[in-house]
T-cell receptor, first 115, second 114 residues
Framework: AQSVTQLDSHVSVSEGTPVLLRCNYS??????LFWYVQHPNKGLQLLLK??????LVKGINGFEAEFKKSETSFHLTKPSAHMSDAAEYFC?????????????FGQGTILTVHP | EAQVTQNPRYLITVTGKKLTVTCSQN?????MSWYRQDPGLGLRQIYY???????DKGDVPEGYKVSRKEKRNFPLILESPSPNQTSLYFC?????????????FGPGTRLTVL
């Protein structure tokens, strides 16, 4: 079985300061990991994905995430927050040993950015 | 444009009145899936389909039905909706690959059952 835990339900930062959204995962197989973002009243957009290549993954809008197998973590970071980053972020694991890789979502982290 | 479409986007209905939410993708993806999103619970998979005429239950299938008669379409059917099915629903699709299966999501359908 696979699972995802997002360690913070809400994160609040000031514009221009770093962002850290934490994610731990559990998987019996070599997982693929994703971060999706959902802006208010919008669908889900892929930010970045890890599929067993480089452990540091760069995504869109200046976000990046580092896969740490020893810590079973895949934290999302950004050096400098922008007001447009305010959204809900989901950490997702895929890799339950099947060919289609069922996705399991974390509970989500709401990021608030203050001016 | 490659996309997943859902209709309707918003729906208010009453308990027990059958409804269907349509989902269509134009990317020739084999795999399609339905999720519901509830506050604090993330997205939970309702049903999925690996190809035409192949469907299976996800994590929360109770009260829902699906069909996959054509590769591009994957409707979600609520035979007798109840208030606990009030939620935001997403359809998604992806190609069948070994791992790394980025899913493409539709815009969502907000359903309210009174």
């Amino acid at each position: 079985a696979q699972s995802v835990t997002q360690l913070d339900s809400h994160v609040s930062v000031s514009e221009g300061t770093p962002v850290l959204l934490r994610c731990n995962y559990s998987s019996s197989y070599s997982p693929s990991l994703f971060w999706y973002v959902q802006h208010p009243n919008k669908g889900l957009q892929l930010l970045l994905k890890y599929t067993s290549a480089a452990t540091l993954v760069k995504g869109i809008n200046g976000f990046e995430a580092e896969f740490k197998k020893s810590e079973t973590s895949f934290h999302l970071t950004k050096p400098s927050a922008h007001m447009s980053d305010a959204a809900e972020y989901f950490c997702v694991v895929s890799g339950d040993g099947t060919s289609y890789g069922k996705l399991t979502f974390g509970q989500g982290t709401i990021l608030t950015v203050h001016p | 444009e490659a996309q997943v479409t859902q209709n309707p986007r918003y729906l208010i209905t009453v308990t027990g009145k059958k409804l269907t939410v349509t989902c269509s993708q134009n990317m020739n993806h084999e795999y399609m899936s339905w999720y519901r999103q509830d506050p604090g619970l993330g997205l939970r998979q309702i049903y999925y389909s690996m190809n035409v005429e192949v469907t299976d239950k996800g994590d929360v299938p109770e009260g829902y039905k699906v069909s996959r008669k054509e590769k591009r379409n994957f409707p979600l059917i609520l035979e007798s909706p109840s208030p606990n099915q009030t939620s935001l629903y997403f359809c998604a699709s992806n190609k069948l690959l070994a791992g790394g299966n980025e899913q493409f999501f539709g815009p969502g359908t907000r359903l309210t059952v009174l």
